[in-house]
């Protein structure tokens, strides 16, 4: 039997404490890589190649603790998917200001403290893997998703000028880019019920997602895979 694709590796994915992101870490955990879960339910703990911190990545000094402590006693992660994130739908005139600085906090700045925790490691090391998970609303607009759109364009210009910066480095970097994804996040919306949404049943799964990260952190290291977009099949324009 082939040793497992990712035995040896150090993987950080922050948000996996559910949905997305723990399928991420499941993953790279069956692909045989030590996964490290970030996310602010989880309590710190360990196991064999499990380690789990609390960390709200919003926070400037729990992201430098969380990342010292991985540099400490884990070493250089191979691979970092910066994945926690949060989700809303309001028109402009119902978004206030703590609705859309949380956003930015949490799936723009949350990225940005844990890239530049890692980034100077990667690079002294000329090695590793940037994945970031966007959205389809990082290159689609979708009425309602002020927010999550300034957000989400926002990552993906964060992820562009990283792969500029980082492309004679060694450090890969890769943006996921899913449409709808039965997880939580969908439960305040309940797009069931709401006319012009995909229902859940037909959207993707976390799996199919954490598939696509796999796919492009499997590859040789010659191969750099930029952007994976992925959609379900069968969707409604609304998302
Ligand atoms: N589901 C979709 O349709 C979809 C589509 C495209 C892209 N995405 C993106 O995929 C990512 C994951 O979404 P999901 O659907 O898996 O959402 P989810 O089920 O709501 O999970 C979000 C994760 O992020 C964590 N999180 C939230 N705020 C955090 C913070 N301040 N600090 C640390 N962790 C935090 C949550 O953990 P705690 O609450 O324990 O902190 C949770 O583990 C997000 O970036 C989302 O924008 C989702």
Redesign the pocket.
């Known amino acids: 039997m082939s040793e497992a694709p990712l035995s040896g590796k150090l993987a950080l994915v922050?948000?996996?404490?559910?949905?997305?992101?723990?399928a991420v870490a499941d993953t790279l955990y069956a692909a045989g890589a030590h996964v490290v879960r970030?996310?602010?339910?989880?309590k710190d703990g360990s196991a064999e190649r499990r380690t789990d911190l609390r960390?709200?990545?919003?926070d400037p000094a729990a992201v430098d603790r969380a990342v010292a402590r991985v540099l400490g006693e884990l070493g250089v992660a191979d691979i970092v998917v910066n994945?926690?994130?949060?989700?809303f739908i309001k028109r402009i005139e119902e978004t206030s200001l703590e609705d859309f600085t949380r956003t930015l906090?949490?799936?723009l700045t949350?990225p940005f403290l844990v890239a530049r925790a890692f980034v100077p490691h990667l690079v002294k090391r000329g090695a590793g893997h940037l994945v970031t998970?966007?959205?389809?609303?990082d290159h689609v607009a979708y009425s309602g998703s002020i927010a999550?759109a300034a957000s989400?364009y926002g990552l993906r210009g964060m992820h562009e000028v990283l792969r500029q910066d980082l492309s004679r480095t060694g450090v890969r970097t890769t943006l996921v880019?899913?449409?709808?994804?039965?997880?939580?996040?969908?439960d305040p919306v309940d797009p069931d019920s709401k006319p012009g949404f995909t229902k859940r049943s037909a959207?993707?799964q976390?799996e199919d997602?954490a598939r696509a990260v796999l796919y492009a952190v499997t590859q040789a290291p010659r191969v750099d895979v930029t952007e994976i977009r992925l959609m379900p099949t069968v969707y409604t324009a609304r998302g």
Not at 38 to 42: G, H, I, N
Not at 83 to 87: H, R, V
Not at 177 to 186: K, N, R
């Open positions: 922050t948000g996996a404490s559910r949905g997305i992101g723990r970030l996310a602010r339910s989880l960390c709200d990545v919003t994945n926690a994130g949060t989700f906090a949490v799936n949350g998970i966007g959205s389809v609303s999550y989400k880019s899913p449409g709808p994804v039965d997880t939580p996040i969908w959207m993707l976390a997602v």
